[in-house]
Structures are given as C-alpha cells and as structure tokens.
Nanobody, 128 residues
Framework: QAQLVESGGGLVQAGGSLQLSCSAS????????MGWFRQAPGKEREFVVS????????NIGDSVKGRFTISRDNAKNTAYLQMNSLKPEDTAVYYC?????????????????????WGQGTQVTVSS
C-alpha cells in the first residue's frame, strides 16, 4: 500500500527555520506531483507549496511566499519543505500529499482535492 511519512516537525522560535521531509514508499514517486498543506486548530486546510513531477515547476502559497521552498529528490523518493523566517501564524499540522494523476509537463496543483495520497501529518509550533 502506497505510503507517505512526514518528519522534521517540532518547536522553533519565531524567525527560525525547519526542514520537513516526506518519504514515499510502495509506489513510483517520480510519477506524482507533490504538495504540502497545513491545518491550524479551528481553521481549514491551507495550501502551502507544490512541485511538479520533475521538480521544474513549483507553486507557492501567498502566505509563505519568499519564506518557504519545496524541493524533491526522485532518487530518494523524498520531498522537502524548507521553512525560513517562521512566524507564530505558521503553527499548524503540516501534511504532504501526492497527486498520482499529475502529468509530467503540468503545473502542480494547489487544490487539495487533486491529491489522492496523504501522510499522517507533522506538528510545527512556532513560539513568539
């Protein structure tokens, strides 16, 4: 059964950095676009970033532009979310997701409904 496992979450002070990893298994990682979403308590799930199958195209959510970046290593079946200049409002559970229907040349989706496979989430807490 295909699986995504996030890691790297934790507690960090405002202004600090964290890198999340999303390790994929039991499916062909390079055939899926990848996305990161987050959900804070009492709020809806929010798009953060996404990356195309070959890593050449990305989409970045407005609230994290200039601070967060996404990358992937298809040889390691892993996607990464680098988070810099963290703010208390970045506190949330972060989920990675795979769009296994993505076309190689397509821009990666920003809609959570396009992603079929989800990880269990990792908590990120930013203290002020």
């Amino acid at each position: 059964q295909a699986q995504l496992v996030e890691s790297g979450g934790g507690l960090v002070q405002a202004g600090g950095s964290l890198q999340l990893s999303c390790s994929a298994s039991r499916y062909t990682f390079s055939r899926s676009a990848m996305g990161w979403f987050r959900q804070a308590p009492g709020k809806e799930r929010e798009f953060v970033v996404s990356i195309s199958r070959n890593g050449r195209m990305t989409n970045i959510g407005d609230s994290v532009k200039g601070r967060f970046t996404i990358s992937r290593d298809n040889a390691k079946n892993t996607a990464y979310l680098q988070m810099n200049s963290l703010k208390p409002e970045d506190t949330a559970v972060y989920y990675c997701a795979a769009d296994t229907s993505a076309i190689l040349t397509a821009e990666p989706n920003t809609d959570s409904g396009s992603y079929e496979l989800w990880g269990q989430g990792t908590q990120v807490t930013v203290s002020s």
